[in-house]
């Protein structure tokens, strides 16, 4: 006994390196997740896990590796992590994960681009990049952005419809980045009109936008013009569809659609009768963000506590009427009291279950008819 009580003592040390390790490589991971960075994301987690196996890990890797295209390695995860957590109040949204993993085995985007080479964002920018084209991209059936971007070239986008159980191609053509030669004629002069935000450089040098024209001097040079950056906007369809909407703080209505400023932003989003979601948006420059939150309704432990309390209490009143009608029936001495007994113990746990069974409907309505703050 005392032999393996030291070795306990002197394994307490590597266990605290090894949480501290892994506690360490999750966060490393999550930030990476939420950056965008999913090869450093699957790789921080699986580090964390390797220090030491936890749920929250497991859930976070099959998420990431989902992202990155592994399926394989995302149905591993996420069933890992119903053996680590079997209870876990996010088991039948995992087990739907599982089943979604299937569908997007047979449903993809074929992504090809001319030239070959882009990298490929997939709805949002700010979950990072899905690979580079060609590229067979897995996509949940429905309506999708695909945006592409290559160095030297403008970017581009293009709205698809992946269809279940099908490969869609997405064919895009990409345009170059390309400066204007122009050789000017002695005592030519430039004259620009250029649209609202649009900007313009003459040899390298930004070109003043007030300016109604420019003097050249004999010989070639180069005019790059950048046209006006994308506005950038956010969308926000949640479940319910009343739900109201917040960004960062302020009330933007319900359902709503607005211009926004590129960075981070805080959404909130809350409807009666449901539980409030918030999480941190990141949108660059020209993104048109879509999100669809979907809001999960309140007091649904309590309904359903309401609901077995309510079917026990029936249970154990039948159990009391019947056993009140055998007390009818002419019992010994000895036996009577101990029927008795059961009876009343009957009546009372069913009252008991009626008392549990109406707080439970009360609690349960005024949550289903309460505003989240």
Request: one cysteine or more; hydrophobic letters at 50%.
């Amino acid at each position: 006994m005392a032999r393996r009580s030291i070795v306990a003592i002197l394994l307490l040390p590597t266990l605290a390196i090894a949480q501290d390790e892994a506690a360490a490589r999750y966060q490393a991971g999550r930030e990476a997740f939420e950056a965008g960075d999913t090869a450093r994301a699957v790789e921080e987690l699986r580090a964390s896990i390797a220090a030491r196996p936890s749920a929250k890990t497991w859930l976070l890797l099959g998420n990431a590796l989902t992202r990155a295209n592994d399926l394989d390695g995302a149905k591993q995860a996420f069933e890992a992590f119903l053996v680590a957590e079997p209870k876990s109040p996010k088991r039948r949204t995992v087990e739907k994960l599982i089943g979604e993993l299937a569908v997007l085995a047979k449903t993809k985007l074929a992504v090809t681009s001319a030239p070959p080479g882009a990298t490929v964002f997939l709805d949002l920018r700010a979950e990072g990049a899905r690979g580079k084209t060609p590229l067979a991209l897995p996509a949940v059936p429905g309506r999708h952005r695909v945006m592409l971007e290559l160095d030297g070239y403008e970017p581009a986008s293009q709205e698809v419809k992946a269809v279940e159980g099908e490969i869609v191609p997405v064919a895009v053509e990409l345009h170059a980045k390309t400066p204007v030669a122009v050789e000017p004629s002695p005592g030519a002069t430039l004259s620009l009109r250029l649209p609202a935000r649009a900007t313009a450089s003459l040899d390298g040098k930004p070109i003043d936008a007030a300016s109604s024209s420019i003097e050249l001097l004999p010989g070639k040079h180069q005019l790059a013009v950048e046209p006006p950056p994308l506005p950038t906007t956010i969308e926000v369809v949640p479940e319910p569809a009343d739900a109201l909407v917040r960004i960062d703080r302020k009330a933007v209505g319900v359902g709503v659609k607005l211009a926004i400023a590129p960075g981070e932003h805080a959404l909130w989003v809350g409807a009666r009768g449901h539980e409030a979601l918030e999480r941190s948006l990141t949108v660059g420059a020209g993104e048109r963000l879509r999100v669809q939150p979907r809001l999960e309704p309140r007091g649904r432990r309590l309904l359903a506590l309401a609901i077995a309390a309510t079917a026990t209490g029936v249970a154990l009143e039948s159990m009391a009427l019947a056993v009140y009608l055998v007390n009818g029936v002419v019992l010994s001495a000895d036996v009577l009291p101990r029927w008795q007994a059961l009876e009343v113990t009957g009546h009372v746990l069913a009252a008991a279950c009626a008392l549990t069974a109406v707080a439970g409907y009360i609690g349960w309505y005024l949550l289903s008819r309460a505003m989240p703050e």
